[in-house]
């Protein structure tokens, strides 16, 4: 049995866009494929990617049903806030935060075929050297982007998660090795850097846990969290880790067990930040418990 496609003037001509190209991609299938799964010819799926015909509801759904989403993954109504809505691509949005749409800046990594955005702060950090460039920018939806130069530079791209500060050098160490490659770092705890990358949602992911027995807690962690998944661990770099006190150190703090004074106040790192996880283990080891250390709760969410 065929279905029908309804014959209509050029999509860019109505308020329908279509990403069917780039959802097909991303599934790994052929138009041929597509085609045979939805039970219409190669031809109809061709004229759909090219804006020459708009297809009817039953064929919508079919092509949803068969590529695993929603019909609105696959066509969407223009945004008229911009001149042509067909320079827009669907984007995986990865943040904790509150996104300010439209037009928020973001990073883009390309992996495996899938574009993944992390918006960027547009305020001046003094400790991570002022504002970044954007890769592109977020269209009123939230699921697409606009890039703002061409594609093909994304395969240069690696996305780094992770929070070791000297992910900065080696950004630049790549750059000056080869000027059309690009390291982008993006912050993340050893935990959730870990989390995206068995998530396929960033090339690499930097982790800095202390080794509590005789085997190596970062390898460990690798191996349990990526599932079996194919992967390669490399030594970048070491740093010290400890108690960071103000100038003088007028509360004369020599380790862990002091922390139980309750003149002395903490801030904390996240639950399975690798420094919760150093820190936690030192007042276990020093049979502190938690509810001793005054701040323990009062929780910061990177280095700075």
């Given at each position: 049995m065929m279905i029908m496609v309804k014959k209509m003037d050029s999509i860019k001509n109505d308020t329908a866009g279509c990403h069917l190209k780039q959802v097909r991609k991303q599934k790994g299938l052929t138009q041929i494929q597509l085609a045979e799964l939805v039970g219409?010819?190669?031809q109809a799926i061709y004229d759909m990617e090219t804006g020459r015909y708009l297809p009817n509801t039953g064929v919508a759904l079919?092509?949803?049903?068969?590529?695993?989403?929603?019909?609105e993954d696959i066509f969407y109504e223009a945004d008229s806030n911009f001149v042509e809505d067909t320079q827009y691509l669907p984007a995986t949005v990865i943040d904790d935060r509150e996104i300010k749409l439209p037009n928020t800046r973001v990073t883009l990594a390309k992996i495996k075929e899938r574009l993944i955005a992390f918006p960027l702060e547009n305020g001046i950090s003094a400790n991570h050297g002022g504002i970044h460039a954007a890769d592109a920018l977020l269209s009123s939806c939230g699921k697409r982007v606009k890039l703002l130069y061409d594609e093909e530079y994304l395969e240069k791209n690696v996305l780094l998660m992770g929070c070791d500060p000297a992910f900065s050098l080696l950004a630049s160490h790549v750059s000056r090795t080869s000027a059309e490659s690009r390291v982008c770092w993006r912050f993340a705890s050893t935990y959730r850097s870990l989390e995206r990358l068995s998530a396929g949602n960033t090339h690499l992911a930097g982790i800095h846990l202390h080794n509590t027995g005789s085997n190596e807690s970062n390898t460990e962690l690798a191996c349990k969290m990526l599932s079996g998944s194919k992967g390669r661990v490399v030594g970048f770099s070491l740093f010290e880790e400890g108690l960071m006190v103000a100038h003088g150190n007028p509360l004369n703090i020599s380790d862990?067990?002091?922390?139980?004074?309750k003149k002395i106040r903490i801030v904390n790192r996240e639950p399975e930040a690798a420094l919760r996880v150093l820190l936690d283990d030192c007042l276990v080891r020093a049979n502190i418990p938690s509810e001793a250390v005054t701040g323990y709760n009062n929780l910061v969410g990177s280095h700075s």
């Open positions: 219409i010819k190669r079919k092509l949803a049903k068969c590529l695993g989403c929603r019909v862990v067990s002091d922390l139980a004074n």
